[in-house]
């Protein structure tokens, strides 16, 4: 009986602290917030909170806890409820499309991925191209002549490192426009066959120290241009560095906007960190659509010398 004692204490102990960061998390999930360090970086990969619960729910059960267990199976029903995707669903137009386009979105990890994009766009021949930390050395390789003629019209804005974006088109663009950030966030109009299409590269800052505020702001300035895109067709696309469970991406979908990837059946498929994707991570690069635009395929890239995975979505404008 002694020997049993310290055992069930050791097992309450350990489920507890296993239970501790996921109930945090989820707190802030049920209250629609996002909350402060490390809470943004937990929700990200609320899938694997089973994990403790699990692990915290046989630990209860065998030191006889009620209190515990029941702790457990709260951690497992809520991470459960919130594994569903969030959006709305897919809505089947009866008409024919006017046009179908394809999008590539692609983080090159301070360009170093370059070659690597080269290759997929000669691969995949993407009519639009959305790319994020595009540095000097990819700014310089875009203005060659083979990208020249295989992307025309184009808008390249920084070149540091983490800094730079470019959006690449087969089609004529008008109207270009930036979202405010520390990270270049570029945008036009795209004349596809006659049907304007507004276009926007995303690249928040990321939510680590010293960062929350920007990471919080800048996807609040996302959120404001999204919710003003009028009647134009739009896609956002890019490294949002966050997913659906954080509540400033959330928001943003909350204009209108869906997620190609959850559209498509794979919003869960993670596309960061690639090292460990698809079976561990999560999705922070996304393609977002507005009214009017349909994604009937898409699928994520290994890009080597980068730690994100791109996304090709096609897309046909109704």
């Known amino acids: 009986m002694r020997q049993a004692r310290p055992r069930r204490r050791w097992l309450t102990a350990s489920a507890a602290v296993l239970l501790l960061p996921p109930s945090a998390a989820l707190t802030a999930r049920v209250l629609d917030v996002d909350g402060p360090l490390p809470l943004p970086q937990l929700l990200a990969f609320l899938p694997w909170f089973l994990v403790p619960g699990w692990l915290a729910l046989a630990g209860g059960v065998l030191a006889r806890r009620p209190l515990l267990t029941g702790w457990s199976l709260a951690v497992l029903g809520t991470t ?35 070659e690597s994009l080269f290759q997929a766009l000669r691969r995949e021949r993407p009519h639009l191209v959305s790319v994020q930390e595009c540095d000097r050395r990819c700014a310089a390789a875009l203005e060659t002549a083979e990208w020249r003629e295989a992307y025309p019209y184009r808008v390249i804005a920084g070149r540091e490192p983490a800094e ?12 270009e426009s930036r979202i405010p950030g520390t990270l270049s966030m570029p945008g036009a109009v795209a004349d596809v066959h006659g049907v304007p299409l507004r276009v926007q590269v995303v690249h928040p800052m990321p939510p680590r120290l010293g960062s929350m505020d920007a990471w919080a702001a800048e996807l609040g300035h996302v959120r404001k241009a999204a919710g003003g895109r009028g009647e134009t067709r739009t896609v956002f696309a890019g490294d949002f560095n966050a997913g659906q469970d954080h509540a400033a991406f959330r928001a943003v979908l909350d204009t209108g906007l869906r997620d190609a990837a959850r559209l498509l059946g794979h919003s869960r498929t993670p596309s960061w960190p690639s090292a460990t994707a698809p079976w561990l991570g999560t999705q922070i690069d996304h393609v977002l659509v507005s009214e009017g635009v349909v994604p009937v395929d898409g699928r994520f890239l290994d890009l080597p010398g980068t730690d994100h995975r791109a996304l090709l979505t096609d897309l046909q404008l109704h």
């Not at 959006?87 to 983080?107: D, I, S």
């Not at 730079?164 to 109207?175: F, N, T």
């Open 80 to 114: 459960a409820w919130f594994l569903q995707p969030h959006g709305a669903e897919q809505r089947v137009p009866t008409q024919e499309p006017l046009a179908q386009v394809r999008v590539l979105t692609a983080n090159l990890e301070f360009g170093a991925a370059t």
């Open 164 to 175: 730079g974006s470019a959006l690449l088109s087969v089609y004529p663009l008008s109207e």
